[in-house]
């Protein structure tokens, strides 16, 4: 239990850092993925409007509006009504310029 706990504890921490750190686009396909892994179907399991994402990331909810529409047009995400589904996972991943691992390291 307690490995289970540093683990969980070691992964919130890595997430902060890079809330901190990485740029806006970063910062929204990070959280965009991380809630995706909830669900096979790569579907976030919960309504998320932009500014529920733009608390979660801490950013403006207009550049939430403006990366979700640009990821949408290139066809690696559909959005409607607060229900978000990857479309393309990898491209998404492809887009990162920072990763968690790069900015704190493994244990």
């Known amino acids: 239990m307690l490995v289970e706990m540093s683990r969980t504890t070691r992964m919130m921490e890595r997430r902060f850092v890079l809330r901190d750190s990485a740029q806006a686009s970063d910062r929204l396909i990070s ?19 932009r500014t529920m994402l733009s608390l979660l990331i801490g950013v403006q909810p207009e550049t939430v509006s ?6 949408k047009t290139a066809h690696l995400l559909s959005y409607a009504k607060g229900h ?5 996972r990898k491209r998404l991943e492809n887009m990162l310029t920072v990763r968690i691992h790069d900015t704190l390291p493994l244990d």
Do not use: G
């Open 84 to 88: 978000i589904v990857i479309n393309d």
């Open 31 to 49: 959280a965009l993925l991380w809630l995706s892994e909830m669900d096979p179907a790569l579907t976030i399991p919960f309504q998320l409007d």
């Open 66 to 71: 403006r990366l979700l529409s640009q990821y």
